[in-house]
């Protein structure tokens, strides 16, 4: 069921579980923002690792 759905109730199940979903979701989001940023200021400082 999603959360548009008629039939959803928000007890504590669904809000402890969404809640852990979305904490885990915007971190993992945030580190990947972080990395593509780190990426594209070195490539553009040309710190780029040469093999």
């Known amino acids: 069921m999603f959360p548009f759905s ?3 109730v928000w007890d ?3 809000v402890v579980f969404h809640g ?3 904490y885990a979701m915007s971190i993992m989001g945030m580190g990947m923002t972080f ?3 780190k990426a594209a200021v070195d ?3 040309g710190k ?4």
């Open 6 to 8: 008629f039939e959803w």
């Open 20 to 22: 852990g979903l979305w």
């Open 43 to 45: 490539t553009y400082q």
């Open 35 to 37: 990395c593509i940023i």
């Open 12 to 14: 504590t199940v669904h």
């Open 48 to 51: 780029g690792g040469h093999h």
